[in-house]
């Protein structure tokens, strides 16, 4: 049975994010979550290199150590990658907050979505300029969806207790509350849209695209060729984008393009 924030994807898709669903995130999950007060913000800790080296972790949970009990998976709803791409875990309960206390509430886990960002958290990774922008458009567009504030947005460094348990993020999130909030309030800057995908001009095809183009692609992956891009050809799209060792975020731009010249050669 699906649990409840199932409607993630349709979220963070409709603000302009990039978003690769993970097999059987609607069904993933300790249990179900209760009343969704707020958005969590993490960074992993680990994978110095990649997109998402996290998300087997994020998905599957950590074993024990010497130093830490082991913690069954999920340990957040969203994983999200270096290249600004989230990736969708679970749409129940994920082990991501433990103890802790923001704006009173102490159910971390049953009422805060947790978003584990790609990163270290030492000084010598930087954030991606790209990443931070999906990062404040995700965690802005899961706030309206819930009818919340940005107040509702802590990091985990700032729920968690004892105070100094936890350093993650790594940012300023007051500064990082006022981008979300500016995004809410629609005075932040529009993104840029995605460019064309490559030299040869061909577009990049996503959900809602029709044309000759969508026809293509949909005879390459053996689906109905009727020139419009809906869930079928998603679907498809992400199952060749994984077995090509892509981002599976459902769209065909200049590496997805290069994957299929490659296969038909």
């Not at 993933?28 to 707020?38: A, L, T, Y």
């Not at 064309?196 to 109905?224: E, F, H, Y």
């Amino acid at each position: 049975m699906a649990f409840s924030l199932t409607w993630l994807a349709d979220v963070l898709r409709k603000a302009g994010l990039k978003v690769a669903e993970q097999p059987g995130w609607q069904t993933r999950g300790n249990g179900d979550v209760g009343p969704i007060k707020g958005v969590m913000c993490h960074h992993t800790a680990g994978g110095p290199k990649g997109i998402m080296p996290s998300l087997a972790t994020i998905t599957k949970g950590r074993a024990a150590t010497a130093k830490t009990k082991a913690l069954p998976g999920p340990l957040a709803q969203l994983g999200l990658g270096r290249d600004g791409t989230f990736f969708i875990v679970a749409a129940g309960r994920a082990n991501h907050a433990g103890k802790g206390v923001w704006q009173k509430i102490t159910t971390g886990n049953s009422s805060f979505i947790g978003i584990e960002a790609e990163n270290t958290g030492l000084p010598g990774d930087p954030w991606p300029a790209v990443q931070m922008d999906a990062y404040r458009r995700g965690v802005a567009a899961i706030l309206e969806k819930i009818g919340a504030g940005s107040k509702m947005c802590c990091g985990h460094k700032e729920y968690a207790l004892p105070k100094g348990r936890k350093p993650d993020p790594s940012f300023d999130m007051d500064k990082f509350r006022t981008g979300v909030d500016a995004i809410m309030k629609g005075t932040a800057a529009v993104p840029p849209p995605i460019p064309s995908a490559d030299a040869s001009q061909r577009p990049t095809l996503r959900r809602g695209s029709t044309g000759d183009s969508v026809k293509q692609v949909q005879a390459m992956l053996k689906v109905a060729a009727d020139g419009v891009f809906g869930p079928n050809s998603e679907a498809a799209v992400r199952d060749f984008q994984r077995k090509h060792d892509l981002v599976p975020d459902g769209i065909v731009g200049p590496g997805t393009w290069a994957a299929f010249d490659a296969s038909d050669g």
